[in-house]
């Protein structure tokens, strides 16, 4: 998955540096780029004595995002799980000096396995599937169950307040990302549509989940984690940029969001699959049943809710590629098509928003996801539709 660089760095200036302080990775290095990894720039650097490394870096010139980059967080989280039964690669050195490659990196272990884009796994066994699905959301509840202190990550991120902390960092960085405007085009990338709504409705304090404050990734998903090379199991969890101490409802709908995704036809990187048409492919029930059994918590009552803030989530985080791509700035080699998806993401969004609105207007508690192919439960009460008009914006406090 390595190839061509297309975002160069000083080679000498980072050899010179490796030598003095990495003495293990041997020089001179070679150095090729990864294709995955929208936000920072990964390479990979294979050492004289063919050992392979990766290294991380933010990327060049003014960032759109202040919050955003911080290599600096992922080191830290890594190096802190290296203690604990959470699979992760092992860290060698972060760097923050700008003088040596332009901007902070940091390098560590490259993990020879499997990564895998297609949530339904198409060349493995069914037997295999499901035990690949169930490794990644019990390595997941492993994560969660950690006490930050008991790591040292304490210091970390704050233990409550986690979806007002969204909301707000959402808030300026969508903002920001809106305002770009593309350097060949002249296009400007736009605001998410009915964000006030979104905004108002999330923000309310009858809808939120209660805190939990736990270590969570930020990103947890599938093509995030590197599988055994022959064995069904995770033995590492990357691109931990946009992890903190939060809610760990969070990284679970993120990881079942190609269940949510099945039949949006509008998204190009919507998984086409039934969970009965594959075999292996474990029903949500089960994912959910296997996590609340290693977590400790039981997520279902606060699914529809969480499902919906993941894809208003979600259309931030591809409103950002395009943001990134606009600039010229974006490190994967499918930026440009990725960034176009904010715009079905968003419709889906504010449509799983309207959704929660109405069931929370009737007075009904969160329901939880409707596992594929089961038959729905009959309902004699239509909802309410609640006219766009009459939901008055109310931001942050």
Known sequence: MAGAVRQPIDIQSLERYITKNVPEIKVPIDIKQFG?????????????????????????????SKTAHKVEREYRVIHALEK?????????????????????????????????????MP?????????????????????????????????FGKPSGFYDRQIKTFTTISKAQAEGVDI?????????????????????????????????????????LVFHKTEPRVIGILDWEMSTIGHPLSDLVNLITPYNLQGESDLDHAPRFQVGEVQGLPRIDQLISWYAGIAGWDPEPDLK???????????C???????????????????KEVGEQRHPMGALAWRSVQKAMQLIE????????????????????????????????????
């Open 305 to 315: 809710w969480g499902v919906a803030f993941g894809f208003f989530r979600a259309t």
């Open 36 to 64: 995955f990894g929208q936000s920072n720039p990964t390479y990979q650097l294979t050492a004289s004595d063919g050992m392979k490394y990766v290294l991380r870096k933010k990327p060049p010139g003014k960032l759109v």
């Open 317 to 335: 985080i591809f409103q950002g590629i395009a943001a990134r791509y606009a600039a010229r700035q974006a490190s994967s080699a499918k930026a």
């Open 123 to 155: 060349d493995v066994t069914p037997a295999e599937r499901t035990e690949m699905w169930h490794d990644a959301i019990r390595t997941l509840a492993k994560l969660h169950r950690i006490n930050p202190k008991d790591v040292g990550l304490e210091s």
């Open 184 to 224: 060949e085009t002249k296009e400007i990338v736009g605001q998410i549509p009915h964000i006030d709504e979104i905004l108002a409705f999330f923000s309310s304090r009858r809808s939120q989940p209660k805190d939990r404050g736990t270590p969570i990734h930020g990103d947890y998903k599938i093509d995030n």
């Open 362 to 397: 009737m007075g009904f508690p969160a329901l939880p996801l409707k596992t594929p192919g089961a038959s729905p439960t009959p309902i004699s009460i239509q909802p309410r539709i609640i006219p766009t008009a009459q939901v008055k914006p109310r931001l942050l406090r």
């Open 84 to 120: 604990t039964d959470v699979p992760v690669p092992k860290t060698y050195i972060l760097c923050e000096d700008d003088s040596v490659v332009g901007t902070p990196f940091y390098i560590m272990e490259f993990l020879d396995g499997r990564i895998i884009e297609d949530p339904t």
